[in-house]
Nanobody, 124 residues
């Protein structure tokens, strides 16, 4: 599984961004896609996850009600999105796309074996 993120950037507080992750390779129904983020000096934090086939979404308390994860598995490569409206300075981080098998609901980085290179989000 190969993951490539895009869509990061610099915005002012209250602004919005939508991150994209292009997932190629063996993306079957067991694959769970997730977004993580990491700020300098902080642990990597799970943000949101969803099965590659769609369905239930899981969110960290810090973003619940603000961010939305979605997947478009009709595309090739499969696309995973993280819609982030009303951004706050605390959302500033490197955002990573990740994939793992049979880990629905998990936002633990140790459950994910495939990682992208990350895309930077800066909110001022």
């Amino acid at each position: 599984v190969q993951l490539v993120e895009s869509g990061g950037g610099s915005v002012q507080a209250g602004g919005s961004l939508t991150l994209s992750c292009a997932a190629s390779g063996n993306i079957d129904d067991s694959i769970v896609m997730a977004w993580f983020r990491q700020s300098p000096g902080k642990k990597r934090e799970g943000v949101a996850s969803i099965y590659s086939g769609g369905g239930s979404q899981y969110y960290a308390d810090s973003v619940k009600g603000r961010f939305t994860i979605s997947v478009d598995n009709a595309k090739n490569p499969v696309m995973v999105y993280l819609k982030m409206p009303t951004l706050k300075p605390d959302d500033t981080a490197m955002y990573y796309c990740a994939a793992g098998s049979w880990v629905a609901g998990s936002l633990d980085e140790h459950d994910y074996v495939h990682w992208g290179q990350g895309t930077q989000v800066t909110v001022s």
